[in-house]
Protein backbone atom coordinates (compact mmCIF):
# COMPACT_ATOMS: atom_id res chain seq x y z
CA UNK A 1 0.00 0.00 0.00
CA UNK A 2 0.82 3.23 -0.49
CA UNK A 3 1.87 6.02 2.11
CA UNK A 4 0.07 8.94 3.30
CA UNK A 5 2.86 10.92 1.57
CA UNK A 6 2.93 9.10 -1.91
CA UNK A 7 -1.17 10.01 -1.89
CA UNK A 8 -2.23 12.98 -3.72
CA UNK A 9 -3.99 15.44 -0.81
CA UNK A 10 -7.69 15.63 -2.80
CA UNK A 11 -9.41 12.83 -1.90
CA UNK A 12 -11.36 12.56 -5.08
CA UNK A 13 -7.85 12.15 -7.04
CA UNK A 14 -7.11 9.38 -4.18
CA UNK A 15 -9.99 7.29 -5.23
CA UNK A 16 -9.49 8.21 -9.18
CA UNK A 17 -5.84 6.85 -9.05
CA UNK A 18 -6.54 3.56 -6.86
CA UNK A 19 -9.93 2.52 -9.70
CA UNK A 20 -8.82 4.87 -12.89
CA UNK A 21 -8.53 3.45 -15.87
CA UNK A 22 -10.73 1.67 -18.33
CA UNK A 23 -10.00 -1.73 -16.97
CA UNK A 24 -10.13 -1.36 -13.24
CA UNK A 25 -13.17 -0.41 -12.58
CA UNK A 26 -14.77 -3.35 -14.91
CA UNK A 27 -12.26 -5.97 -12.65
CA UNK A 28 -13.84 -4.56 -9.97
CA UNK A 29 -17.40 -4.87 -10.99
CA UNK A 30 -16.05 -8.68 -11.77
CA UNK A 31 -15.03 -9.41 -8.04
CA UNK A 32 -18.35 -7.53 -6.42
CA UNK A 33 -19.71 -10.41 -7.42
CA UNK A 34 -17.73 -13.55 -6.84
CA UNK A 35 -13.74 -14.20 -6.61
CA UNK A 36 -12.55 -15.12 -10.41
CA UNK A 37 -9.65 -16.39 -11.40
CA UNK A 38 -7.33 -14.83 -14.28
CA UNK A 39 -8.16 -16.86 -17.17
CA UNK A 40 -12.20 -16.40 -16.31
CA UNK A 41 -11.30 -11.99 -16.01
CA UNK A 42 -9.34 -12.24 -19.15
CA UNK A 43 -12.15 -14.13 -20.55
CA UNK A 44 -15.08 -12.26 -19.74
CA UNK A 45 -12.84 -8.71 -20.11
CA UNK A 46 -13.01 -8.31 -23.84
CA UNK A 47 -10.28 -6.78 -25.48
CA UNK A 48 -7.77 -6.54 -22.24
CA UNK A 49 -4.40 -7.96 -22.87
CA UNK A 50 -2.91 -10.57 -20.66
CA UNK A 51 -0.26 -8.16 -19.27
CA UNK A 52 -2.77 -5.33 -18.63
CA UNK A 53 -4.84 -7.71 -16.49
CA UNK A 54 -1.77 -8.67 -14.49
CA UNK A 55 -0.63 -4.94 -14.21
CA UNK A 56 -3.86 -4.02 -13.18
CA UNK A 57 -4.45 -6.82 -10.67
CA UNK A 58 -1.13 -6.55 -9.21
CA UNK A 59 -1.61 -2.88 -8.97
CA UNK A 60 -5.21 -3.75 -6.59
CA UNK A 61 -3.30 -6.33 -4.72
CA UNK A 62 -0.22 -3.52 -4.05
CA UNK A 63 -3.15 -1.00 -2.78
CA UNK A 64 -5.37 -3.12 -0.32
CA UNK A 65 -8.45 -3.90 -2.94
CA UNK A 66 -7.97 -7.22 -4.25
CA UNK A 67 -6.40 -10.12 -2.42
CA UNK A 68 -4.85 -12.72 -4.60
CA UNK A 69 -5.03 -16.53 -3.50
CA UNK A 70 -2.54 -19.23 -4.40
CA UNK A 71 -3.59 -22.85 -3.89
CA UNK A 72 -0.33 -23.96 -4.66
CA UNK A 73 -1.91 -26.81 -7.13
CA UNK A 74 -0.59 -27.99 -10.02
CA UNK A 75 -2.23 -27.48 -12.46
CA UNK A 76 -1.41 -23.75 -10.93
CA UNK A 77 -4.78 -22.34 -9.21
CA UNK A 78 -4.94 -18.65 -8.40
CA UNK A 79 -8.39 -16.79 -7.62
CA UNK A 80 -8.55 -13.13 -7.01
CA UNK A 81 -11.55 -11.49 -5.42
CA UNK A 82 -12.16 -8.43 -3.26
CA UNK A 83 -10.91 -7.38 0.50
CA UNK A 84 -12.84 -5.37 2.89
CA UNK A 85 -11.59 -2.21 1.62
CA UNK A 86 -12.27 -3.08 -1.88
CA UNK A 87 -15.95 -3.96 -0.73
CA UNK A 88 -15.60 -0.27 0.65
CA UNK A 89 -15.92 1.38 -3.29
CA UNK A 90 -19.56 -1.27 -3.92
CA UNK A 91 -21.08 2.35 -3.72
CA UNK A 92 -18.85 4.14 -6.17
CA UNK A 93 -19.45 1.10 -8.62
CA UNK A 94 -23.32 1.10 -7.62
CA UNK A 95 -22.83 4.96 -8.37
CA UNK A 96 -21.58 4.60 -11.63
CA UNK A 97 -24.05 1.56 -12.70
CA UNK A 98 -26.95 4.03 -12.13
CA UNK A 99 -25.78 6.77 -13.60
CA UNK A 100 -24.63 4.90 -16.82
CA UNK A 101 -28.02 3.15 -16.96
CA UNK A 102 -29.99 6.88 -16.59
CA UNK A 103 -27.59 8.53 -18.95
CA UNK A 104 -28.43 5.61 -22.13
CA UNK A 105 -32.24 6.44 -20.87
CA UNK A 106 -31.77 10.26 -21.42
CA UNK A 107 -29.75 9.76 -25.04
CA UNK A 108 -32.14 7.20 -26.38
Sequence with gaps: ???GDELPECPVATA??????KWKL?????LKVRPWRFNELR???DGISQKVLTDSLRQMVDDGLVYRRD????PP????GLTELGRR???II???AVFGDYYKSVVK
Design 1 to 3: MKT
Design 16 to 21: VSLIGG
Design 26 to 30: LILRN
Design 43 to 45: RDL
Design 71 to 74: YREN
Design 77 to 80: RVEY
Design 89 to 91: MFP
Design 94 to 96: DAL
